[in-house]
């Protein structure tokens, strides 16, 4: 394990062997754990005052096929106002199970970065509570961030759905009548 940091050092003496790894180069803080207590250990990041990480950040993912295992790893960014310092936390995740337990208990904004991860990944998050696609459409096959993801699949095309009563839909209608008035002047 690497890194001189204030946190890290905290960090290790406070979590122990939950931490698999750590390092900092810059200002920038990394620790890896593992997904197994994942829960309990945001849970210290959030309340213990001397961290204070009171901000969810991010949370995206990486895909490592072929390089290395897992090969999956979950990346969570944190941030506390108080205290004015960041922390970045890895999970692996293996490919055969692709499921980490949700934040949204201990950050709401974890709702919509969860969705984004299970979207453009597949991974899942266990607990949260309305996992679906938030950038595709529902009939969408697979998770296109993924390495193995074929760039020239077809996916099927469904029907343009109409939205009521949204901010497009009234532009859209706008433009439509703005569209026949300048046809039927020229006519």
Known sequence: MGGDSSIILYLQQSLGG???DSHA???DETIVITREGLLEVFLFLKEDPKLDFNFLTDITAVDY?????PRFEVVYHFYSFRAKHRLRVKVGVPEEDPIVDSLITLWKGANWLEREVWDMF?????GHPDLRRILLYEEFK???LRKDY???LCQPLVPEREVKGTFVDQRSHNKLMQLKQQFSAKS
Do not use: A, T
Not at 65 to 69: A, D, I, R
Not at 122 to 126: E, K
């Open 142 to 144: 697979g998770h296109p």
């Open 18 to 20: 939950r931490i698999l």
């Open 65 to 69: 096929l072929g390089k290395k295992e």
């Open 150 to 152: 074929p760039v020239n």
């Open 25 to 27: 180069f810059r200002g």
């Open 122 to 126: 597949g991974i899942r998050f266990l």
